[in-house]
């Protein structure tokens, strides 16, 4: 097979009398404002050099493969998507400027007109509603004077989740467009709107026609080979599809990686990309995102490429339940830890956990082993990440050392050695020192010289607190407010740290707010909290409650959560 890819503008590439027809087993539109503002931003720049000739700017390659019908785009749809909303919002700025033959100009490239007259939408695909309202329903008359939204809610169009990315990329870019022009007079605005759509239309790309399908993805992988700048994560889908074998064809292949981008994707591409990297280190080690897809050519057999794809679904149905929890796919107390993970951001852990409940999928642990080992796993980052502020980037070899082992061979007592290698990293000196500085106030113009408001990290160690003593087993408590004993309008800084906090509902809170430490007392015991009876029962005989008594308070739950709480379970 040969192929001979052409140099040709943008212009050129939507001025082809074919219909450009998304598949359906591409990923939804995923750009976002980083890579709306990269791209206006080096059209900007290209307009600022002096010389023609070296106005010169590549947007990378597209790969089509021909069909009677149109042509199928194997490669590029995220770009091709962009640029066409792009060249829409230029048209309706030449329409709103009374610009008529200049809107006509520009809107072929975002409409395809028959021979019979008729018009199509140059790129098409079933999902792309919102897209189809943008360039085509919204344009198809120039004196159209609502606004984008104005126009959605006129036509009691709803916006789906998938639609939503097109019309922040038209919003972006329309205001990122109308403040540049809102600089200058009327007719200079005009005249630099026809210099910036020459400058888009004049983009460089390298275009590939194929006349099969298979093709279109053996020249992804050439492409790669001679150094072109591809996504690891389009590599690896474009391996699959390639050698997928099945009696039933290629679909069920784009099917499964549907279903996986699906499950991981969410509304963001990093997030597909962060499953990969941790499938990979997961199952054959870290490595750098460069070298991600020849890992998987390496250690994946063409022959064997079913069985990957099977086991990359498998993987990204258990990454899914990681982040979006269902309460009856697993126990409270793994419930509760995952959404600790998610609530402090914890990406680190997600190979550990990947061959962890592998594990308890094949029937390896038992669930109660599982729960074990997470609660652990939050203890030591409640210690190490909560209080400390240390940062996980420290564990990230320890923590993909053993997912590969732990997916290789899984044994408790590898699982064991890898959580007392967490603990070791512990030092109790440390964590009282830092336990007793956190500092929490509700008055920040009167503790303004507070270096850290840990609202989040104290309401943490509140309501693990509770939970400890209460004996709760599904983690569930009341809602509560953050009570200041001493009320955090004194002056004293002391009257911020943790020892001078209880949990409470918000209207015994509201009731108690002027309240003195003695007649707080008295409501506090009917209080449902456990540590707030605790609390009554050792210091109501307590003549006084002052400076003193807070940080004895703060020291005795500080030495309670290293020795009974945040403990290796």
């Not at 998938?162 to 919003?171: A, D, E, H, I, T």
């Not at 070791?424 to 408001?453: C, G, P, V």
Request: glycine residues 2%.
């Amino acid at each position: 097979m040969s192929f001979n890819p052409n140099e040709i503008s943008i212009g050129r590439v939507l001025s082809n009398n074919v219909q450009y027809m998304v598949p359906r087993y591409q990923r939804k539109y995923v750009w976002n404002e980083q890579q709306w503002k990269n791209l206006i931003e080096d059209i900007l720049s290209s307009m600022n050099v002096v010389s023609t000739e070296e106005r010169y700017h590549f947007i990378g390659s597209f790969i089509f493969e021909k069909k009677n019908n149109g042509w199928i785009i194997v490669d590029g749809q995220q770009r091709l998507t962009t640029i066409t909303i792009l060249l829409a919002v230029i048209s309706k700025l030449f329409a709103i400027n009374n610009e008529s033959n200049l809107y006509e100009g520009i809107r072929k490239y975002c409409i395809l007109k028959m021979d019979d007259g008729s018009e199509k939408m140059r790129i098409v695909n079933e999902d792309f509603t919102v897209f189809s309202n943008i360039v085509y329903d919204y344009f198809l008359f120039p004196g159209n004077t609502l606004s984008l939204g104005e126009f959605f809610e006129k036509e009691n169009i709803t916006i789906s989740k998938n639609g939503l990315p097109f019309v922040k990329c038209y919003q972006y870019f329309y205001d990122y467009i109308t403040e540049y022009m809102s600089s200058l007079s009327s007719e200079k605005s005009v005249e630099w709107l026809s210099n910036f759509r020459d400058a888009v239309i004049n983009l460089k790309a390298i275009e590939i026609t194929v006349d099969k399908e298979q093709e279109g993805y053996i020249i992804f992988e050439i492409l790669n080979s001679r150094g072109m700048p591809l996504e690891q994560h389009e590599l690896l889908k474009n391996y699959i599809f390639m050698y997928y074998k099945d009696s039933v064809g290629s679909d069920i292949a784009k099917d499964k990686w549907n279903m996986i981008v699906s499950n991981v994707e969410g509304d963001s591409l990093s997030s597909l990309k962060r499953f990969i990297s941790h499938y990979i280190t997961h199952r054959f080690g870290k490595v750098s995102k460069a070298l991600e897809y020849a890992t998987i050519k390496k250690e994946v057999s063409k022959d064997n490429v079913k069985e990957f794809l099977d086991d990359l679904l498998f993987k990204s149905e258990l990454y899914h339940s990681f982040s979006n929890i269902n309460e009856s796919k697993y126990t409270p107390a793994i419930n509760y830890v995952l959404k600790f993970l998610i609530n402090n951001n914890n990406y680190q852990f997600r190979p550990i956990l990947l061959s962890l409940f592998e594990a308890l999928q094949n029937g390896l642990i038992s669930t109660e082993k599982v729960e074990k080992y997470l609660v652990s796993i939050k203890n030591f980052l409640s210690i190490y990440v909560v209080v400390c502020k240390e940062k996980t980037n420290a564990l990230e070899k320890l923590i993909y050392d053993y997912s590969v082992l732990l997916h290789n061979d899984f044994t408790k007592e590898l699982m064991d050695e890898f959580i007392n290698s967490l603990f070791l990293k512990l030092s109790k000196e440390k964590f009282i020192a830092d336990f007793s500085q956190l500092m929490y106030t509700n008055n920040q113009k009167k503790h303004s010289n507070l270096k850290r408001n840990a609202r989040k990290e104290c309401r943490h160690i509140l309501y693990e607190y509770e939970i400890y003593l209460s004996k709760i087993d599904d983690y569930r408590l009341t809602r509560f407010t953050i009570e200041h004993i001493l009320p955090d309008s004194d002056n004293d800084a002391v009257v911020c740290h943790v020892g001078n906090m209880i949990p409470l509902v918000r209207r015994l809170n509201n009731r108690l707010k002027d309240s003195t430490v003695e007649e707080k007392s008295k409501e506090y015991k009917k209080s449902p909290f456990v540590s707030v009876k605790e609390f009554v029962e050792l210091h109501e005989n307590q003549k006084k409650w002052d400076k003193d008594s807070i940080e004895k308070r703060t020291k005795y739950m500080a030495n309670k959560f290293w020795d009974e709480i945040w403990i290796k379970k």
